[in-house]
């Protein structure tokens, strides 16, 4: 094999050290910190795709490493920054333990996405990459807006957020994939509309409007799937 076939390998092992990396510092008490972490994650998990495919270097093992370190950077990441903010509240001793259920989905949710045929076109359930986005910068959220902040990371809110979010992984919800086979306004339009709010939210309010983003993009998703069925029953 040559050196470029463990180009996109050595791109999926930065995403391992960013959950790796992230985790620590969470643990450590720096929770701001966990979203840099699971966003430079990010990065490196789109770019040993794209170098998978640029370079023809697609490999089994490739497929099985990518899982490997999603599963600790957007699994288990997650639910520790998800564990150390319920903590944080202190109100009820085992709550934070709540958490653990975002790792548990999340490797169910990897698990079922290697073995599902489906979603070339649409996601089935709620991508891990998306949940970690949403819970890792829910602290950024309360910097921004103080008042919604208190509001969303008082433990019983955040705590049932938990248990909708750990649902929504492994929901047979049928979610939008950012694939663009055309350019099409119309064709893409529900699209377009989440690349506007997130511009407009980006702009607004940095890291801390990414929850925004998250929640258009499950709304936009269900009305996407709403007209697609109304459509198929026309």
Not at 17 to 30: F, K, P, Q, T, W
């Amino acid at each position: 094999m040559t050196v470029k076939k463990h180009i996109p390998n050595l791109i999926t092992c930065l995403n391992l050290c960013s959950g790796m990396a992230g985790i620590y510092v969470v643990l450590e008490g720096r929770i701001l910190w966990g979203a840099y972490f699971v966003m430079a994650a990010a990065v490196f998990d789109f770019l040993d795709g794209f170098l998978a495919k640029l370079l023809s270097a697609h490999s089994e093992i490739g497929k099985q490493l990518d899982s490997l370190a999603d599963m600790v950077t957007f699994g288990v990441l997650p639910a520790f920054i998800a564990f150390k903010l319920l903590q944080s509240g202190g109100q009820l001793e085992y709550l934070p333990y709540l958490a653990f259920l975002i790792g548990i989905q999340s490797a169910l949710r990897l698990a079922k996405f290697n073995i599902d045929e489906r979603q070339s076109e649409r996601f089935i359930g709620l991508p891990t990459p998306a949940n970690a986005l949403f819970f890792s910068t829910l602290p950024h959220l309360a910097l921004s807006i103080p008042s919604l902040g208190k509001t969303l990371l008082h433990p019983i809110v955040l705590g049932l957020l938990v248990v909708i979010f750990a649902f929504l992984l492994t929901a047979e919800l049928p979610l939008l994939a950012l694939k663009f086979k055309t350019f099409s306004v119309k064709k893409n339009f529900l699209k377009y509309t989440l690349l506007a709010v997130g511009f407009f939210v980006l702009v607004f309010w940095g890291v801390g409007g990414v929850p925004f983003i998250i929640v258009t993009y499950l709304g936009l998703s269900m009305v996407d799937h709403s007209l697609t069925k109304n459509a198929v029953q026309l």
